[in-house]
Nanobody, 115 residues
Framework: QVQVVESGGGLVQAGGSLRLSCVAS????????MGWYRQAPGKQRELVAI???????IYDDSVKGRFTISRDIFKKTVYLQMNSLKPEDTAVYYC?????????WGQGTQVTVSS
């Protein structure tokens, strides 16, 4: 079973930046894909960005050009760099690891963007 823990959320003004971190309990080379999702109040959880192992990162259209997903294999960490933040980016951000068809979610970290 994979455990993931997010950190890095907070309150930021529109136009600002935040970097989220997701630390996995095992080598991310053993994990098929890791991704970031978000859920705003009253809305469904949605994909933000995903990084398949050995593959090309995929982004939701709403964050392309503003967010970047990256990883540090040695730190077993996946990052989400968020720039040019907008109030509509406000949500709880979740990290998910997928391994052998099973999904493992973190507890989430709140991101609030004020206008």
């Amino acid at each position: 079973q994979v455990q993931v823990v997010e950190s890095g959320g907070g309150l930021v003004q529109a136009g600002g930046s935040l970097r989220l971190s997701c630390v996995a309990s095992e080598s991310i080379l053993n994990i098929n894909a890791m991704g970031w999702y978000r859920q705003a109040p009253g809305k469904q959880r949605e994909l933000v960005a995903i990084m398949p192992a050995g593959g090309v990162a995929i982004y939701d259209d709403s964050v392309k050009g503003r967010f970047t997903i990256s990883r540090d294999i040695f730190k077993k960490t996946v990052y989400l760099q968020m720039n040019s933040l907008k109030p509509e980016d406000t949500a709880v951000y979740y990290c998910k690891a997928r391994k052998f068809g099973n999904d493992y979610w973190g507890q989430g970290t709140q991101v609030t963007v004020s206008s």
